[in-house]
């Protein structure tokens, strides 16, 4: 396996997959055996990326096309029987997959096409694909709202609303998380960081004082929220966590999500502050407000009421930022002391302090 981009911190505490000389031998044998298995055979050495979150290989295969390999860390390890269990539940809504191995966090799947991200950059029109792919995402949870159970099982994180509070608590306690109070950007940033999803400035603190003790003081606001959110009745389901164009691949004719590492039993729209946040940069304001409305649409035939589902979605935006900050735990070992997971995370707490009017649902 050739590793071609890393972008991480320095590791503190051991050595990440990519520079042991062992696990990289492991994972190509896996993956030369379990192509040979599917009838198919590599043409070239996997070429790989190495990221805190993930190690991703493009696998050249013999006569054309490609196979992608990934590797994911213990704490998102769930994500190959994630994957495979999807194939089975909703299979027009997941990729085509080679391999896993849930038991070292390994997933071989086949080459789905390109990123919706990427066709919007090149076709305005494209735009047009992302509500029925909303819609029918909506759908998915609301099937897979039926098997949470099953979901828990496969050792998919619990966020939903009734411990979002605790686990709250927990991590503005944490280490990691108090280590970042008072630090600039420019001091704690590693060269992975830009792909977090928030607009930094590096001259920037990612977290004050000031806010940090507001964070103490958030806990009961949280609970009421969730509280609240008990009220409407939406059942709880899976959440992606971080669903945008750039984790939504076309497979000719059909999208699907991808990249489940982040993914948590939660409250479903708790999915609606990354994915309108990415809405809002490509569309209008009323664009954006209309596609809102084409994700709750199927929600209404569960029988609930549309003012009410607006007052959700509302109070979902308001308590998925921890999900987002939970997600930065999800490193490799030998990161897992860095400054930058926990001040990432602290980023994203800091938003439960000042939820933009843009991410709330306006009706």
Request: contains cysteine; proline residues 8%.
């Amino acid at each position: 396996m050739e590793i071609v981009d890393v972008r991480v911190p320095h590791p503190v505490g051991g050595l990440p997959p990519w520079q042991d000389p062992q696990w990289l031998a492991e994972a190509t044998a896996w993956i030369d055996a379990r192509l040979a298995e599917a009838g198919l055979a590599r043409a070239a050495a996997p070429r790989a990326r190495g990221r805190m979150w993930s190690v991703v290989a493009r696998v050249p295969l013999a006569g054309g096309g490609c196979v992608w390999f990934k590797a994911n860390p213990p704490a998102s390890s769930f994500e190959p029987g994630l994957l495979d269990a999807l194939t089975r539940w909703v299979p027009d809504m997941a990729l085509p997959l080679v391999a896993v191995d849930t038991a070292r966090g390994w997933t071989l799947s086949r080459d789905a096409g390109a990123h919706l991200g990427d066709l919007l950059k090149q076709e305005p029109d494209a735009t047009t694909r992302l509500a029925p792919f909303i819609r029918r995402y909506a759908e998915l949870q609301i099937v897979l709202s039926a098997r949470v159970d099953e979901l828990l099982a496969l050792g998919v994180p619990d966020l939903r609303p009734h411990v979002v509070a605790d686990r709250f608590e927990a991590l503005i306690g944490s280490a990691p998380v108090r280590a970042s109070v008072g630090g600039r950007i420019a001091d704690i940033v590693g060269p992975g960081a830009m792909d977090s999803g928030l607009q930094q400035d590096p001259d920037e603190v990612w977290i004050t004082e000031a806010q940090y003790a507001q964070l103490h003081g958030a806990t009961a606001g949280l609970r009421a929220v969730c509280a609240e959110l008990a009220e409407v009745g939406v059942p709880v389901s899976l959440d992606h966590s971080d669903l945008h164009p750039g984790n939504i691949v076309d497979l000719g004719g059909r999208t699907a999500p991808f990249d489940w590492g982040d993914a948590s039993v939660a409250h479903p729209f708790s999915t609606l502050l990354v994915l309108m946040r990415s809405a809002r940069s490509i569309l209008s304001p009323g664009q954006a407000d209309a596609l809102r409305e084409v994700y709750l649409e199927p929600w209404r035939d569960t029988g609930i009421a549309s003012g009410e589902l607006r007052r959700a979605a509302d109070l979902a935006v308001r308590i998925s930022p921890v999900s987002r900050a939970l997600a930065w735990g999800r490193v490799f070992p030998c990161f897992a002391g860095s400054v930058e997971p926990g001040a990432q995370a602290a980023r994203w707490l800091v938003r439960i302090l000042r939820i933009e009017a843009k991410d709330l649902a306006t009706g």
